[in-house]
């Protein structure tokens, strides 16, 4: 099973900016959808956003276009881009997978039902994210 890095996670100022990273164990197929997950303890898990495996990405409402998903598959890594931070945003950030079976063609996000955490199988060991006012 892939596994997956999370990195770059920190403490900034509100209005702020960090970039997380996610590098995966092997190449990161066209069946495996990928996405961003976070959590703040004692509260649900809400997905950020996901990309699929034909490029196609979807993003929570809460993010408001402060937050860009980019992949680079040559580099197996998985990327979150967010900005102009709020302390609401404080959380533990995860990167997840999601790989459907070999008679898929690829992972499609929207049949995948991305915005539902459970939908992913695959999880990488979270980094923080501390957001202050």
């Known amino acids: 099973q892939v596994q997956l890095v999370e990195s770059g996670g920190g403490s900034v100022h509100s209005g702020g900016s960090l970039a997380l990273s996610c590098v995966a164990s092997?190449?990161?197929?066209?069946?495996?959808?990928m996405g961003w997950v976070r959590q703040v303890p004692g509260k649900e898990r809400e997905v950020v956003g996901a990309?699929?495996?034909?490029?196609?990405?979807a993003y929570a409402d809460f993010e408001k276009g402060r937050f860009t998903i980019s992949q680079d598959v040559a580099k197996r890594t998985l990327y979150l881009q967010m900005g102009n931070l709020k302390p609401e945003d404080s959380a533990i950030y995860y990167c997840a997978a999601a790989e459907v079976g070999p008679s898929v063609g690829y992972c499609d996000i929207y049949y995948l039902g991305w915005a539902r955490a459970e939908n992913f199988g695959t999880w990488g060991q979270g980094t923080q994210v501390t957001v202050s006012s």
């Open positions: 092997e190449a990161i197929s066209r069946r495996v959808c």
């Open positions: 990309i699929g495996g034909d490029g196609v990405i």
